[in-house]
């Protein structure tokens, strides 16, 4: 009986063009962000159940892919086990929380502001749906140790420079603060207790609408007073959203620093993408402190790229308070996007060097490193009864030319 070949449910098996494809769009966005002078780190795809649990992922954390102890420290015979007694880390399920650790772990080392790119895997535990892997790439930028608005600036200038980079536009920027609408929250009622609730459940509101959002709030059983009056300061806004903003916020500065961020980014978009501030949008992770942001795309049905400022999560490894904000382009809907269009990445002339069993191998290595040497890419093939049928599938991967070996002739292909 045959053994089920199947990858696990959630995950996939990528094709040699959809691996070329991948790698092309992740070389892309690297070689931008290392232009703007971020520096490559990595780290484990393994945290202490701990610390995920307390990073205030949103709802995140009921994803997470937790591990069993191991070995002596797993004790399966004692009686009313609890999760404490099975699992002691678990699966990265973003690479914020990481990076903060990993920061706190090497800060010795590095100079501030730090500048950071992560192009790595991520797991989460939830329904697989179009877009949507249980395993799957994160790219990331983060800067620490700035707590300007600059640094938000940056983020978005290598972002959507990224963006361009790989042919990506028409994109619109959402800019947002967590400080106004926690201010918005706190005065129409709620406690500084219910600001996280309240925000996932707003966070739905392009989704299941002002109604949907009032439905939800009265089934926590909040206040119909409270709840009636926060849906009202958020029918006020949607007329001068940032005359709203300005009224509620009780911080000095964050109204101004928002719209001269989306000033700025106005400013460097060239036409290429479009800005505007969003009251609605949240952000579902816990951690963040201040501006946040995101990418939507007519393309895909939801944002291809987000992130924020959250102050507060390094100062949880050091003691004292670090500045941190960070971007995240979404790799894996880019990637969808991009080969549902048919994109092709700008390749290397791809030969085929036909050769016959009675020829010197070594001479045809010879041969092939020539052809490597100027840049050609280079895929040896014995003639044999299946040479047509090979020779049509490197076709199919992109190759343009056939030498043989013998005499040197050409053939184009295709």
Do not use: W
């Amino acid at each position: 009986m045959k053994m089920n070949a199947q990858p696990v449910r959630g995950t996939k098996d990528y094709l040699p063009q959809e691996v070329e494809i991948r790698d092309y769009i992740r070389s892309q966005i690297e070689n931008v962000y290392q232009s703007f002078g971020f520096h490559k780190i990595a780290t484990p795809i393994m945290e202490d159940i701990e610390r995920l649990n307390k990073s205030d992922g949103g709802e995140n954390l009921a994803m997470i892919f937790k591990l069993l102890k191991r070995g002596q420290k797993l004790d399966l015979s004692k009686e009313n086990l609890a999760e404490d007694d099975l699992v002691d880390s678990g699966l990265r399920y973003d690479l914020t929380m990481p990076l903060s650790r990993y920061y706190a772990n090497n800060s010795q080392f590095l100079n501030l502001p730090f500048k950071a790119i992560q192009i790595d895997k991520v797991f989460r535990a939830e329904r697989p749906q179009k877009g949507r892997l249980r395993e799957f790439f994160q790219c990331d930028i983060d800067i620490i140790g700035d707590n300007s608005i600059q640094a938000e600036m940056e983020l978005i200038a290598a972002t959507t420079s990224a963006l361009n980079a790989i042919g990506f536009s028409d994109f619109t920027i959402r800019l947002n603060d967590r400080r106004i609408l926690t201010d918005m929250i706190l005065a129409a009622g709620f406690k500084n207790e219910d600001v996280a609730a309240v925000c996932i459940i707003f966070d739905k509101l392009d989704k299941i609408g002002l109604d949907g959002v009032r439905t939800e709030l009265l089934e926590r059983q909040y206040s119909t007073d409270i709840v009636e009056k926060f849906l009202d300061i958020l029918s006020a806004a949607e007329t001068d959203p940032l005359a709203a903003a300005e009224k509620f916020c009780t911080q000095s500065g964050v109204v101004t620093n928002l719209k001269y961020v989306l000033d700025f980014a106005q400013r460097i978009s060239n036409g290429q993408f479009h800005v505007i501030y969003d009251k609605s949008l949240v952000r579902g992770m816990g951690y963040y402190t201040g501006m946040v942001f995101e990418i939507v795309s007519p393309k895909f049905g939801s944002s291809v790229a987000g992130g924020g400022r959250y102050d507060e999560m390094v100062g949880k490894f050091l003691g004292e308070s670090v500045p941190a904000v960070g971007f995240s382009i979404g790799f894996e809907r880019i990637c969808s996007i991009l080969l549902e269009e048919g994109f092709v990445p700008p390749r290397k002339e791809k030969i085929v060097l036909a050769y016959n069993d009675e020829d010197d191998f070594a001479e045809v290595i010879i041969k092939a490193q020539k052809l490597r040497a100027v840049g050609k890419i280079v895929t040896m093939l014995k003639r044999s009864k299946k040479f047509g049928k090979q020779l049509d599938a490197l076709i199919a991967n992109g190759a343009t030319k056939m030498v043989n070996f013998s005499d040197d002739s050409q053939k184009n292909l295709g």
